[in-house]
């Protein structure tokens, strides 16, 4: 579901609205006719049962529509709560990408957005997941706030911004003994 209204719905045969959205029938007929896997047994339930009970909200459902709620590398134009306050937010990345991301700071890649998270654990899972060390960037939420960086609430846990210069990294969390703790960054 995620890569489908993500990244790649023509590939399922799916048009997305502006807002990124289609109706779940159209999203469960596309998963049911999905020709890398057999999906046949996909129903509406399922579809608005894992939209529901997604822990991150990575979807959105309203009106009979469903659309991913953030990490859209397609230009879409949804719509996102500005941030007016906010503490420290968290990305997961890896040690061997430290020397650019201080020097060039935290861009959206192929995405559309920067993902930081107000959950460090959650950043610890997602730079888990990537071939490297992984480190958490702690970033300074209510900095980029004050200087007029836009920061959008993308779910619960989720928050979004264009790209984070490198001065608003305040630190890098690294994984020691079993257990997180602070670590002043060093990048020699």
Same mark, same amino acid.
């Given at each position: 579901?995620?890569?489908?209204?993500?990244?790649?719905?023509?590939?399922?045969?799916?048009?997305?609205?502006?807002?990124?959205? !289609?109706? %779940?029938?159209?999203?469960? @007929?596309?998963?049911? @006719?999905?020709? +890398?896997?057999?999906?046949?047994?996909?129903?509406?339930?399922?579809?608005?049962? %894992?939209?529901?009970?997604?822990?991150?909200?990575?979807?959105?459902?309203?009106?009979?529509?469903?659309?991913?709620?953030?990490?859209? *590398?397609?230009?879409?134009?949804?719509?996102?709560?500005?941030?007016?306050?906010?503490?420290?937010?968290?990305?997961?990345?890896?040690?061997?990408?430290?020397?650019?991301?201080?020097?060039?700071?935290?861009?959206?890649?192929?995405?559309?957005?920067?993902?930081?998270?107000?959950?460090?654990?959650?950043?610890?899972? !997602?730079? +888990?997941? $990537? *071939?490297?060390?992984?480190?958490?960037?702690?970033?300074?939420?209510?900095?980029?706030?004050?200087?007029?960086?836009? %920061?959008?609430?993308?779910?619960?846990?989720?928050?979004? !911004?264009? $790209?984070?210069?490198?001065?608003?990294?305040?630190?890098? %969390?690294?994984?020691?003994?079993?257990?997180?703790?602070?670590?002043?960054?060093?990048?020699?």
């Amino acid at each position: 579901m995620s890569g489908i209204l993500r990244h790649f719905p023509e590939a399922a045969g799916l048009r997305l609205d502006r807002e990124g959205y !289609v109706s %779940v029938e159209e999203l469960v @007929n596309a998963i049911k @006719n999905w020709k +890398k896997s057999d999906y046949s047994w996909v129903t509406r339930e399922h579809v608005i049962a %894992v939209a529901k009970l997604d822990p991150k909200g990575r979807f959105v459902l309203t009106r009979g529509k469903i659309r991913a709620t953030y990490g859209h *590398t397609l230009r879409i134009d949804a719509r996102y709560p500005l941030v007016k306050d906010i503490g420290d937010l968290y990305h997961g990345t890896q040690a061997e990408k430290l020397p650019r991301i201080m020097k060039e700071g935290l861009k959206p890649m192929k995405r559309l957005y920067v993902h930081l998270t107000s959950s460090i654990e959650d950043a610890w899972d !997602v730079a +888990k997941r $990537r *071939t490297g060390t992984p480190v958490v960037l702690v970033v300074d939420g209510a900095g980029l706030v004050r200087d007029g960086y836009r %920061v959008f609430k993308a779910s619960p846990k989720i928050y979004l !911004v264009k $790209r984070v210069p490198p001065k608003y990294i305040k630190d890098v %969390v690294r994984h020691g003994r079993g257990a997180l703790r602070r670590a002043q960054s060093s990048f020699a």
